[in-house]
């Protein structure tokens, strides 16, 4: 376990964090951290944030850097790479099922220059990103909002909003979905449900505990089994070693589900 200093912890079941990470406050205890179930924080993590949370099966890898005195909250299903940068001195809220590429970093401030003689440039401002957003490497992203399903190509330079499911590309980033298309197309929700199935099958063979089921009403909050819907992307949450299991199979690439 690494070394985490907080008034307040709560950490969740079946979460790894590496004996170099450090996790706590800016120069002391943090007020409160939140740590998911299976969560994964690897070698030599540094979160230094007086507010942190970040939800069940994320994983932030070796050597990144979370900071800051605001809040930074970040969702359920998210991979951080490796040497990545997110500073909360302004605020950050990241949502669910979002991907961060290695060597990224996050902004929410700019100061340094001199003010007494007249640098202008002193601010900070709340980081957004909504869900499925995905930077997918080296980006660096400005104090901005990110809207759900937009994507950064590689080496991206991020200044300005990204609109809903948009992909951008370049420095400064602009827009290029009309060239390739967007992040997410439609996919028929039977054919979400028959595949999801056979990631079932193949995950589990012995299976008793998960369901999978196309609507929220057929959903049985009263019984033992984890069920996933189509339509909410969510799951039953019980804990147990079939669902955990799955979910592990499904992260991150094939499926991403959260709990109701």
């Known amino acids: 376990m690494g070394n985490i200093k907080a008034t307040n912890l709560k950490l969740g079941k079946g979460s790894f964090i590496h004996p170099t990470a450090v996790i706590g ?16 924080i690897g070698e030599r993590v540094q979160i230094l944030c ?38 909360s001195i302004g605020g950050v809220t990241i949502g669910d099922n979002c991907g961060i590429g290695a060597h990224s970093q996050l ?18 401002k709340q980081l957004v990103v909504g869900k499925d957003v995905w930077f997918v490497g080296h980006c660096i992203v400005s104090p901005i909002t990110a809207n759900d399903r937009s994507m950064a190509m590689v080496g991206s330079v991020v200044t300005k909003d990204m609109e809903y499911n948009h992909i951008y590309a370049g420095t400064p980033a602009q827009s290029v979905t009309d060239k390739v ?23 589990l063979q ?55």
């Open 25 to 40: 406050g800016l120069g002391g205890e943090a007020q409160s951290i939140e740590i998911g179930n299976h969560v994964y």
């Open 50 to 87: 007086n507010e942190f949370k970040i939800g069940d099966y994320s994983k932030i890898h070796h050597d990144t850097n979370i900071h800051g005195g605001k809040p930074c909250h970040i969702g359920h299903n998210a991979w951080i790479g490796q040497f990545s940068i997110i500073d």
């Open 107 to 124: 902004w929410s401030h700019i100061k340094y220059g001199d003010t007494l003689e007249g640098c202008r440039f002193l601010n900070s």
């Open 181 to 203: 298309g967007y992040q997410f197309m439609e996919v028929p929700p039977i054919e979400k449900f028959n595949k999801l199935n056979s990631y079932l099958s193949s995950a």
């Open 206 to 260: 012995k299976n008793k505990n998960v369901k999978i089921v196309m609507t929220d009403e057929e959903v049985n909050f009263n019984d033992d089994l984890s069920y996933f819907s189509i339509q909410s992307r969510q799951y039953k949450k019980t804990g147990s070693d079939d669902e955990i299991a799955f979910m592990k199979f499904l992260l991150p690439e094939k499926a991403k589900f959260t709990p109701f």
